[in-house]
């Protein structure tokens, strides 16, 4: 027994950290709004805003606490680390993200902060990655038309009548609505779930939607992240999407932890990602596809995480979404599969060029109606011609009753003339 306490720390400790990839999505946000005037807002539940799409104070506060517990868990990295090369944090070109990344960078790292540094270690993707990522309207036209298509998914349509049932008539009061077919779109829905959301993370008094139009607001909350969730995964992002947006991603993280195994000197040992929900939900959707892995919904200042486990001579993938350890595998099963699996540029100017008319989940509809088109027609065509051909045998055999043998040519006239 005294034995095995000796061995299960030495086993332990043998185990290490020796590369993080993170990538998190910014803090609670404003909602969106029109501020091009320079005006403030104020929102449909009544709450004041500054400036749309912005990060909020306690988003700020979020992302540095999430830096101090990455402090926590990567200081023997940390301590490891011989350049500031070894340190990478990209974010998008938004004010949240950037702000997020800042804040995030604070937390991990004290002395950056107090010598009010933080910034300079902070960089852009580049525009080929970013076109990647975000799937640019110019990059890849078909996405536009695949998320307006991708609107009318099952899915959707049934959080409509969810959200409709459990709360329908209290929303018709508070917008003032004539009946509920503003709950039936998806610009609406997004719009009153977007602000919501916002509201409710920053922790504004929302208690007058319950004491005035019999709302409990946890409960819409709750609906209303069911609907992100349900669009996030349907609408914004889905399988085929997931393999345009990774494909820039993955050989980066692989390459990183390639780089940590032969060694290579200055190799990056943190990598950062400071992005948006639909930046997240696609690695998310690429691991699903690979490993089988869930997928969870990322709320306001989620990270995905991927780590680089050396134990003696073996390397280990460990896949973490927040503190939750999802998945495990060594390292070359998790570089073959993942790069495997990954479009080719041929692949993705396919997609991103292709006309998009059909929805997946009604081509086959398209299909079948057309072959029952056809079918009916067909068949509709076979019983005429059985009528006809029925009818001329009856009209000979009673003009041959007649006593008008050898008058065929008479009998084929009249039929002529019937018809």
């Given at each position: ?61 979020h992302a540095f606490s999430l830096g101090m ?277 041929e692949e993705i100017s396919e997609f991103c ?67």
């Amino acid at each position: 027994m005294f034995i095995l306490f000796l061995i299960l720390p030495m086993t332990i400790i043998s185990e290490k950290i020796v590369f993080v990839f993170k990538h998190t999505r910014h803090g609670v946000r404003s909602p969106f709004f029109d501020d091009s005037n320079g005006k403030t807002y104020t929102d449909v539940f009544g709450m004041h805003w500054e400036k749309s799409g912005e990060l909020t104070g306690s988003g700020i506060s979020h992302a540095f606490s999430l830096g101090m517990k990455g402090h926590q868990k990567y200081k023997t990295l940390q301590d490891a680390m011989t350049s500031n090369s070894q340190l990478r944090i990209k974010t998008t070109n938004t004010s949240r993200t950037k702000r997020t990344a800042k804040s995030f960078l604070e937390g991990m790292f004290p002395s950056l902060f107090v010598k009010n540094i933080s910034s300079l270690f902070v960089e852009l993707f580049d525009e080929d990655e970013s076109n990647h990522l975000l799937l640019s309207e110019n990059f890849c036209p078909s996405y536009k038309k695949m998320r307006e298509y991708n609107k009318k998914h099952p899915a959707i349509q049934e959080m409509y009548k969810k959200i409709n049932d459990s709360f329908g008539e209290e929303l018709k009061l508070l917008f003032e609505e004539k009946n509920y077919d503003f709950l039936f779109n998806f610009e609406r829905v997004h719009q009153i779930c977007d602000t919501l959301i916002s509201d409710y993370e920053s922790y504004r008094n929302l208690t007058f939607l319950m004491k005035e139009y019999h709302i409990l607001a946890k409960s819409l909350y709750q609906m209303c992240i069911e609907f992100r969730n349900v669009s996030l995964f349907n609408v914004e992002t889905n399988a085929t999407i997931a393999n345009v947006a990774v494909v820039k991603t993955f050989p980066i993280i692989v390459q990183a932890m390639e780089d940590v195994i032969n060694n290579k000197p200055n190799h990056i040992k943190i990598l950062v990602y400071s992005g948006h929900d639909i930046m997240i939900a696609p690695m998310e959707m690429y691991l699903k596809k690979i490993f089988g892995t869930p997928l969870i919904y990322p709320h306001y200042g989620s990270n995905l995480n991927l780590k680089l486990i050396q134990n003696e001579n073996e390397f280990y993938v460990e896949y973490y979404f927040y503190d939750d350890l999802i998945y495990k595998t060594n390292f070359n099963n998790f570089k073959e599969k993942i790069l495997e699996g990954l479009w080719t540029n041929e692949e993705i100017s396919e997609f991103c060029n292709r006309d998009v008319k059909l929805t997946d989940f009604n081509f086959a509809l398209f299909i079948f109606v057309v072959c029952f088109i056809i079918f009916i027609s067909c068949a509709f065509s076979f019983f005429i011609y059985k009528y006809l051909k029925r009818k001329k045998i009856n009209k000979r055999k009673i003009f041959f009753e007649k006593g008008n043998e050898g008058n065929e040519l008479d009998f084929f006239n009249n039929i002529f003339f019937e018809i």
